[in-house]
C-alpha cells in the first residue's frame, strides 16, 4: 500500500491550498478515508472524514474552511484548505479512517502570520 500526499507549501494566513493523496495498492472505493495533521510536538490528529458514500465530518477548528472530497475513479482524496491560519500549521497526511495502512511521508503546509 502506498499513500502520496501532495499540495503543500508556504502560505500567508488567510490563504488557501489544495492537498491531493493518491492510494494504490487497496480497494479504494470501498473505504471511508481521512485526512490527518501532526504539528510540531503535538500529537497526530483526525481533520476531515468522507465515508464511501461522500459524508463528510470535520474537526470543529477546520469546519467551515475546509472540504474533504473523493474521486473513486482517480483513487484520490482531496483536502481543499481555504482561511488558513497559523494553527493550521502542520504535516498532512491522507489514510483510511478506520483502517490505518502505512503512513506516508505526508505533506508540509506552512502558514504564516
Known amino acids: 500500500v502506498q499513500l502520496q500526499a501532495s499540495g503543500g507549501g508556504l502560505v500567508q494566513a488567510g490563504g488557501s491550498l489544495r492537498l491531493s493523496c493518491t492510494i494504490s495498492?487497496?480497494?479504494?472505493?470501498?473505504?471511508?478515508m481521512a485526512w490527518y495533521r501532526q504539528a510540531p510536538g503535538k500529537q497526530r490528529e483526525l481533520v476531515a472524514s468522507i465515508t464511501t458514500g461522500g459524508s463528510t465530518n470535520y474537526l470543529a477548528s477546520v469546519k467551515g474552511r475546509f472540504t474533504i472530497s473523493r474521486d473513486n475513479a482517480k483513487r484520490a482524496v482531496y483536502l481543499q484548505m481555504n482561511g488558513l491560519n497559523a494553527d493550521d500549521t502542520a504535516v498532512y497526511y491522507c489514510?483510511?479512517?478506520?483502517?490505518?495502512?502505512?503512513w506516508g511521508q505526508g505533506t508540509l503546509v506552512t502558514v504564516s502570520s
Open positions: 489514510n483510511g479512517q478506520w483502517t490505518h495502512w502505512p
Open positions: 495498492g487497496v480497494i479504494f472505493s470501498v473505504n471511508a
